[in-house]
């Protein structure tokens, strides 16, 4: 059983840096940290960083778990090695170029890259955006997946990974007390689905429509609430069509974790808002 601690960061592809950089920093709220010919590292919380862009295929798209156990990395390897997952371990440089001491990547049963880091650097300063979006962090990301039974098994079988919910076949997952760090939504190809950023309270949800009206970027769905997990929530398209949501609470699961039994939602809109909101996102509807 490989553990993990959380999600750690995203990283994308992109043929324009300058257009991700603007809409990082002016429209979602992230902090530049570095930035050079084909790199582009933006931070949300006190880690180095938690969003990267390199110059490269959009299509390129991984994200990352840190291990709990810096140590197990080699036996992770080895565990997924022994299992037949496509995977290898990365090198100095490219463990440098990710801002961690060691790291090794692996395919998902759809083909999703992700990668285990170990160590990964802290920036020794604190988060201070240009905009004030009311970002706590980075909070999730969805997942396509050509198959979500058979990805949940691999996921609930190789990792310490936990049903919080599902919607229809597609599980909400989570990896420590926070409701999910990652969920798996039915779909056509691989990829990240949406990529989530953790707001502070339902005013920042509130004030991120009219900005985002204001500066005639697509929201495509919501303001609305989600039943899953309780988080008021927004969904607006980025660079290479990427979809950012901003929410609140991601309702934590802690105490007796035999108490909590995940809950069936049907995959209807009602299941992924509450408030009546309709998604204009393939992979949440029916
Ligand atoms: O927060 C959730 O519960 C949630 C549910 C459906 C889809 C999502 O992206 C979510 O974040
Ligand atoms: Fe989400």
């Given at each position: 059983m490989i553990e993990v601690r959380d999600i750690h960061y995203a990283r994308l592809g992109t043929r324009d840096l300058d257009a991700a950089e603007r809409y990082?920093?002016?429209?979602?709220?992230?902090?530049?940290?570095?930035?050079?010919?084909?790199?582009?590292?933006?931070?949300?919380?006190?880690?180095?960083?938690t969003l990267a862009?390199?110059?490269?295929?959009?299509?390129?798209?991984?994200?990352?778990?840190?291990?709990?156990?810096?140590?197990?990395?080699?036996?992770?390897?080895?565990?997924?090695?022994?299992?037949?997952?496509?995977?290898?371990?990365?090198?100095?440089?490219?463990?440098?170029?990710?801002h961690v001491e060691a790291f090794m990547w692996f395919l998902d049963p759809t083909g999703n890259r992700i990668e285990l880091v170990a160590r990964p650097h802290e920036a020794g300063r604190?988060?201070?955006?240009?905009?004030?979006?009311?970002i706590l962090g980075f909070g999730h990301v969805g997942l396509c997946s050509t198959d979500p039974v058979r990805d949940q098994a691999f996921w609930l079988s190789n990792f310490n990974t936990l049903v919080?919910?599902?919607?229809?076949?597609?599980?909400?997952?989570?990896?420590?007390?926070?409701?999910?760090?990652?969920?798996?939504?039915?779909?056509?190809?691989?990829?990240?689905?949406?990529?989530?950023?953790?707001?502070?309270?339902?005013?920042?949800?509130?004030?991120?429509?009219?900005?985002?009206?204001?500066?005639?970027?697509?929201?495509?769905?919501?303001?609305?609430?989600?039943?899953?997990?309780?988080?008021?929530?927004?969904?607006?398209?980025?660079?290479?069509?990427?979809?950012?949501e901003y929410s609140n609470s991601d309702r934590?699961?802690?105490?007796?974790l035999s108490a909590y039994k995940p809950r069936q939602f049907p995959l209807h809109p009602t299941s992924f808002c509450m408030w009546g909101s309709k998604p204009d996102i393939a992979e949440f509807k029916e």
């Open positions: 990082a920093t002016d429209i979602i709220g992230l902090q530049k940290v570095e930035r050079s010919s084909d790199r582009l590292y933006l931070k949300s919380d006190s880690r180095h960083h862009y390199f110059l490269g295929d959009p299509a390129e798209q991984v994200i990352a778990f840190e291990l709990k156990d810096w140590s197990t990395l080699g036996a992770a390897h080895e565990q997924l090695r022994a299992a037949d997952v496509p995977c290898g371990m990365g090198s100095e440089a490219e463990a440098a170029d990710r604190r988060y201070f955006p240009t905009r004030d979006a009311g919080s919910d599902w919607i229809g076949p597609c599980p909400l997952l989570r990896v420590n007390a926070r409701h999910h760090q990652m969920a798996l939504f039915a779909a056509k190809r691989k990829g990240i689905q949406h990529i989530n950023h953790q707001v502070a309270e339902i005013d920042d949800i509130m004030r991120a429509w009219y900005f985002l009206n204001e500066k005639k970027i697509r929201i495509v769905f919501g303001p609305g609430r989600h039943p899953t997990s309780g988080g008021n929530f927004l969904y607006f398209e980025g660079p290479d069509g990427m979809i950012f934590t699961i802690i105490g007796d």
